[in-house]
């Protein structure tokens, strides 16, 4: 079954650094798909945070550009989210998604003040 798996989430206080992993399994080869990442914080709608596409152009929400950083190692059939000088406001489930493939569980990401 085609999946992508989040992890890496955690507790960390304001100004940490947490790295997230999504990784492909089944027929998903990262290398020839765009992943992206989204979050979703209680209460809110689900908002997107970074993307990168097969060719490796990025792109990112303005709230996080400047400290999260969306890469992918195609040997490890991986994509991550290096997210640094995190903030409160970057509480929420991340969720990584390639189209075709269903939602999963996500990773809960909390930042305490």
């Known amino acids: 079954q085609v999946q992508l798996v989040e992890s890496g989430g955690g507790l960390v206080q304001a100004g940490g650094s947490l790295r997230l992993s999504c990784a492909a399994s089944?027929?998903?080869?990262?290398?020839?798909?765009?992943i992206t990442w989204y979050r979703q914080a209680p209460g809110k709608q689900r908002e997107l945070v970074a993307i990168?596409?097969?060719?490796?152009?990025?792109d990112y929400a303005d709230s996080v550009k400047d400290r999260f950083t969306i890469s992918r190692d195609n040997t490890k059939n991986t994509v991550y989210l290096q997210m640094n000088s995190l903030k409160p406001e970057d509480t929420a489930v991340y969720y990584c998604?390639?189209?075709?493939?269903?939602w999963g569980q996500g990773t809960q990401v909390t930042v305490s003040s």
């Open positions: 998604k390639s189209p075709g493939v269903n």
């Open positions: 990168i596409s097969s060719g490796g152009r990025t």
């Open positions: 089944g027929s998903i080869f990262i290398r020839f798909n765009t």
